[in-house]
């Protein structure tokens, strides 16, 4: 590698959105970003974690013929390195002397140049790397132009200054100059925050810039919201690219004095609401897109989680993609049907009603023997959500379009939804948001549209669909209030349960009622086998269901609403002092 001493580099950011599995794809992404960043005058572009890979593999990375299949990617982009353009630095699996590696490769002049693995792997939340990954040892930085890149791969920086492990610390003292940091970092709320607390810590601490690239994209539930940066070696921003969506962008570092600065754009970042609005529509995307469907069905029963769906869904892939299904029966009142019919013109879709009243009739008429003229209860609300289902099914088997569901995260927590019935489908985008978040966001849709968004400009979703109260209209006059507390109480307390993991006791110091909180306990536990069969979806919060909270279906245990006992130090045999503390990352 030419390692002339340089007072000029320039890195080209490729925030970029790579399918998992499809090395050659993903390759040819590279390629088509480096003569992109050649023309941008890059003396080196910088790819995401495992991006020939794609983030996460899971267990595919498993299969020896994938891990070739990267490898011999890798080694072909390396030796396309010998022809004019930048250097690349790019992330894949790497098997060597017998272990599995998360690395970044350096290609320069026709061969790889260096190999970095990384070291610090997650192994809680959505991460499982410990499961595949070997650990690598601490590196040293690469010499590159005569400058010293530190490459620590996404966790490696999240270890604090001290720590046995401490990545960035390692690379300050064996004289890297700049930080540059592929990621695959996923999106819950407020991630950007902490990304850049974490990165203006390592900064702080070492005295050396960074350079923090990280994926975009959806793959399953997770969502890559890019928004890759820069800070300065004094902690000030120096680049901030936007979110979800990609970009190639060029950063300019020149040498002053021991340090280096950076000049490069500095772009408005979507947060909050409207990060989440965001999210769910790339979430949903991709999603339908890397999977090969050509459009998507939804059920639009005038209500509000049905209305925001296809909202989301219009503005990930178009009106002429997303068809709509109005199913009434005999409690279906006209103003559903109304709303309904307001919300798809408004959305510019395809509209059917296709009536479900034979279908139930002809289920309760089978059934009429065995039932032995048993009351009427939920059995037969249920039968009408699960002719439903079956008939978005059909037409999607007919049509080659995915079902997707509509149920959001406070009824899939207490388990208000039916299996085989509302919960058909293929994908979820509101499923990691609470109702009154879906209120939120449908307010927020009415007044305001994503870049990334597809959809029409101006209010989607009629306001009677926000302000009547929430139903089913599974029968006469019901309302989800006859069996649940009121969303604006249930929330808190599901937000606490769930994504505090707050024993009982607390969630009542705080003000709720004990009976309240101690019934809605019981049912989350007992919902779960539901949970366990519902569709993906978008994950949102800081802990969603499925790849952050992982509950045993089969479950006696229930919090007993006492103080917590404290615990009896004196039965510890020895000191009973812990080890090095787990660094958390996200």
């Known amino acids: 590698m030419n390692a002339r001493p340089t007072d000029r580099l320039a890195i080209a950011v490729a925030q970029l959105n790579p399918?998992?599995?499809?090395?050659?794809g993903n390759a040819e992404k590279a390629r088509r970003a480096r003569l992109e960043a050649a023309a941008l005058g890059a003396d080196l572009v910088v790819?995401?974690?495992?991006?020939?890979?794609?983030?996460?593999?899971?267990?595919?990375?498993?299969?020896?013929a994938f891990q070739a299949a990267c490898r011999s990617a890798v080694e072909a982009l390396a030796r396309e390195t010998a022809t004019p353009g930048p250097a690349m630095l790019v992330g894949s699996p790497w098997v060597d002397e017998g272990k599995l590696y998360n690395a970044v490769a350096l290609l320069d002049d026709g061969a790889i140049a260096a190999v970095r693995y990384k070291v610090n792997l997650?192994?809680?939340?959505?991460?499982?790397?410990?499961?595949?990954?070997?650990?690598?040892?601490?590196?040293?930085?690469?010499?590159?132009?005569?400058?010293?890149?530190?490459?620590?791969?996404?966790?490696?920086?999240?270890?604090?200054?001290?720590?046995y492990e401490d990545v960035v610390e390692t690379l300050a003292e064996t004289g890297a100059e700049i930080l540059v940091v592929p990621n695959g970092s996923p999106?819950?709320?407020a991630k950007d925050e902490v990304r850049l607390n974490v990165s203006v810590a390592r900064v702080t601490e070492s005295g050396l810039p960074l350079l923090y690239v990280n994926q975009v994209g959806g793959q399953d539930e997770l969502v890559?919201?890019?928004?890759?940066?820069?800070?300065?070696?004094?902690?000030?921003?120096?680049?901030?690219?936007?979110?979800?969506r990609e970009a190639v962008v060029l950063t300019?570092?020149?040498?002053?004095?021991?340090?280096?600065?950076?000049?490069?754009?500095?772009?408005?970042?979507?947060?909050?609401?409207?990060?989440?609005?965001?999210?769910?529509?790339?979430?949903?995307?991709?999603?339908?897109?890397?999977?090969?469907?050509?459009?998507?069905?939804?059920?639009?029963?005038?209500?509000?989680?049905?209305?925001?769906?296809?909202?989301?869904?219009?503005?990930?892939?178009?009106?002429?993609?997303?068809?709509c299904v109005m199913l009434p029966y005999k409690f279906t009142s006209?103003?559903?049907?109304?709303?309904?019919?307001?919300?798809?013109?408004?959305?510019?879709?395809?509209?059917?009603?296709?009536?479900?009243?034979?279908?139930?009739?002809?289920?309760?008429?089978?059934?009429?023997?065995?039932?032995?003229?048993?009351?009427?209860?939920?059995?037969?609300?249920?039968?009408?959500?699960?002719?439903?289902?079956?008939?978005?099914?059909?037409?999607?088997?007919?049509?080659?379009?995915?079902?997707?569901?509509?149920?959001?995260?406070?009824?899939?927590?207490?388990?208000?939804?039916?299996?085989?019935?509302?919960?058909?489908?293929?994908?979820?985008?509101?499923?990691?948001?609470?109702?009154?978040?879906?209120?939120?966001?449908?307010?927020?849709?009415?007044?305001?549209?994503?870049?990334?968004?597809l959809g029409p400009d101006g209010p989607v979703i009629p306001e009677n669909i926000i302000t009547r109260p929430p139903t089913a209209e599974l029968r006469e006059n019901q309302k989800d209030e006859d069996s649940l507390p009121p969303y604006a109480v249930l929330d808190p307390i599901l937000e606490r349960l769930v994504e505090g993991e707050e024993p009982i006791s607390r969630i009542v110091e705080a003000g709720f009622d004990k009976d309240t909180v101690t019934r809605i306990e019981r049912l989350l536990h007992i919902a779960e086998y539901k949970r366990r069969q519902a569709a993906p979806g978008v994950k949102v919060t800081l802990r969603n269901f499925g790849r952050d909270r992982r509950y045993p279906i089969t479950n006696r245990f229930r919090d007993p609403g006492t103080p917590l006992p404290q615990p009896d130090e004196t039965l510890l045999r020895g000191n009973g002092k812990a080890g090095k503390k787990e660094a958390f990352d996200f």
């Open 334 to 453: 006209q103003e559903s049907l109304d709303d309904a019919a307001s919300c798809a013109k408004a959305l510019g879709v395809r509209y059917d009603i296709v009536p479900i009243a034979a279908a139930v009739e002809g289920f309760l008429a089978a059934l009429e023997p065995a039932f032995e003229k048993l009351p009427r209860d939920v059995t037969e609300e249920n039968l009408q959500a699960r002719a439903r289902g079956t008939i978005l099914m059909a037409i999607s088997n007919k049509f080659n379009l995915m079902v997707v569901t509509t149920g959001n995260k406070s009824e899939m927590s207490v388990g208000y939804a039916t299996l085989y019935g509302d919960m058909n489908g293929g994908f979820n985008p509101v499923k990691d948001l609470y109702k009154t978040e879906v209120f939120r966001l449908s307010r927020l849709r009415n007044a305001w549209k994503p870049e990334i968004a």
């Open 47 to 64: 790819f995401p974690e495992l991006f020939i890979a794609g983030y996460p593999p899971e267990d595919l990375v498993l299969k020896p």
């Open 19 to 24: 399918i998992v599995g499809d090395v050659a």
């Open 122 to 163: 997650p192994n809680y939340g959505v991460f499982d790397e410990r499961r595949v990954f070997a650990q690598g040892p601490v590196p040293g930085p690469v010499n590159f132009r005569g400058v010293r890149l530190g490459v620590p791969i996404c966790e490696d920086i999240w270890t604090e200054a001290g720590d």
């Open 224 to 244: 890559f919201d890019g928004a890759s940066f820069a800070l300065q070696a004094d902690s000030s921003l120096a680049m901030q690219l936007p979110a979800f």
């Open 252 to 323: 300019n570092w020149s040498r002053a004095g021991n340090s280096w600065r950076c000049e490069a754009p500095i772009e408005t970042v979507a947060e909050g609401e409207k990060a989440d609005y965001a999210a769910c529509v790339l979430g949903l995307r991709d999603y339908v897109n890397k999977n090969g469907f050509p459009g998507v069905v939804i059920g639009l029963s005038g209500g509000i989680d049905s209305a925001l769906v296809a909202c989301m869904a219009v503005d990930a892939l178009g009106p002429e993609r997303v068809r």
């Open 187 to 189: 999106y819950s709320r």
